[in-house]
């Protein structure tokens, strides 16, 4: 069975900078040193895991996660 879409938790390197990439549900990750290094490189690997076109999802859905910190 294809899954219509795969999303991917997005989240930024504070101490390095650039990006990774997480598919829920799937072994697949990637990062990137820009966002635009990182849409392709997620399209990349989606495409590498799923050998079969007919499998690949749909959709790709990039979910950013930001976590922030407040002194109280």
């Known amino acids: 069975m294809t899954a219509t879409e795969i ?5 930024e390197d504070e101490l390095d900078g650039g990006y990774s990439a997480s ?6 990750h990637t990062q990137g040193d820009s966002m ?3 849409r392709r490189n997620v399209r990349e690997a ?7 076109a007919a499998d690949r999802p749909r959709l ?5 996660v930001r976590d922030e910190v407040l002194v109280a």
Do not use: P, Q, T
């Open 60 to 64: 790709i859905r990039l979910h950013y």
């Open 23 to 28: 598919a829920l549900g799937f072994g697949i």
């Open 7 to 11: 999303i991917f938790e997005i989240s």
């Open 46 to 52: 989606v495409d590498c895991y799923f050998d079969d």
């Open 36 to 38: 635009d290094d990182l």
